[in-house]
Nanobody, 119 residues
């Protein structure tokens, strides 16, 4: 059974930094694209950052230059370093593992971790 467990969410002031982590188990981690999504109250879940199995990353325009996503295949973890946080970065951050293989789609979610940005 695939499982993703996020950690690191907290209350932080605008301009501050936070590091989120996601630990994966029960899946062949190295072949999955890993991603971070976030959802603010009343908003749809949106993609924040993703890293492919090959290590290529992409970011939402709103976080480029401030957030950095990394993966450690040996530890089966992904991190999201968030700097210069803004009030609009607040929300529940979800870790996602996705894979398209032989015509099938595999998609797993963590339970989310709360990020609050407030003074």
């Amino acid at each position: 059974q695939a499982q993703l467990v996020e950690s690191g969410g907290a209350l932080v002031q605008p301009g501050g930094s936070l590091r989120l982590s996601c630990a994966a188990s029960g899946l062949t981690f190295t072949i999955y694209t890993m991603a971070w999504y976030r959802q603010a109250p009343g908003n749809e879940r949106e993609l924040v950052a993703a890293v492919t199995s090959g290590g290529s990353t992409n970011y939402a325009n709103s976080v480029k230059g401030r957030f950095t996503m990394s993966r450690d295949n040996a530890k089966k973890t992904v991190d999201l370093q968030m700097n210069s946080l803004r009030i609009e970065d607040a929300g529940v951050y979800f870790c996602n593992a996705g894979l398209n293989l032989n015509g099938r789609t595999y998609n797993f979610w963590g339970q989310g971790t709360q990020v609050t940005v407030s003074s």
